[in-house]
């Protein structure tokens, strides 16, 4: 049994903070999904977890299994058992995916026999094309082929928990479906999911246990999957409009303070 535990997180991009009090917890097996407008720090809270440049964090913790990762570069991250998947996933020229994969496990002490015949499976079981396979690492694919890509390196490294940030941008209903019944199935074998969306129907085939609603950079609310149901249907108004902490009328008389 693993566990990431976020524990009021504070995060800053630009001298900005973006992020306050985030907390959150997954255990192996979890789904967590984290749903908001659109700039609420969805991918900052993604991006501060996996390390990486520009995304400072100024107060809270994260831990995997006790560890603390934010002491940790971003490959030690990899190491511990953290897997992310970004929005917009980054082309990596004149490296192959098979030997990418092939470093990563030997760097965390495993490895598989036969690579290219577990990613072939694993590209024909979501619709991958394996022709793509021997290309550099997501250069040139469209937005869903490289949602399908890393969901291919994701199965095969193992992780115990991957952040998976808006998968459903760039893939096609089928496609959608095809990946996250394939991430679901990690699922049962004790993948821990963050996963952040704005659709429901993405949670049809990878059942969430858990529903955050992040707005303003702050957690507003967690329920159950119908929690999902009920955006669609409300959207994030209610969230969005709520009055930020820092909106507070300025000490002086400023007639420009709207
Ligand atoms: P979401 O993923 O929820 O749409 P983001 O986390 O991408 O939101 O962005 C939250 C806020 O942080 C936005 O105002 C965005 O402009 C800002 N931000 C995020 N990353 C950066 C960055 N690298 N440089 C400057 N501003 C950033
Ligand atoms: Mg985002």
Redesign the pocket.
Known sequence: MSELIIDNLAVE??G?E?LSDVSLSIRSGEVHAVM????????????AIMGRA??TVTSGSVTLDGIDLLALETFERAKAGLFYVM?APTEVPGVRMADMLNASLVSAGTGITDMPAALAAEASSIGFDVALLDRSLNVDLSGGEKKRSETIQMSVLNPKIAII??LDSGLDVDGLRTVAARVEKLTHDGLGVLV?THFPRLLAELSADKVHV?AQ?RIMTTGGPELATELERTGYGAYAEAEPETKKRPEIDDPFFL
Not at 36 to 47: D, F
């Open positions: 991009v630009g900005k973006i908001g407008p659109n700039g609420a720090g969805k991918s900052t809270l993604s991006n520009g995304y929005q940030d808006e952040i992040l950079g």
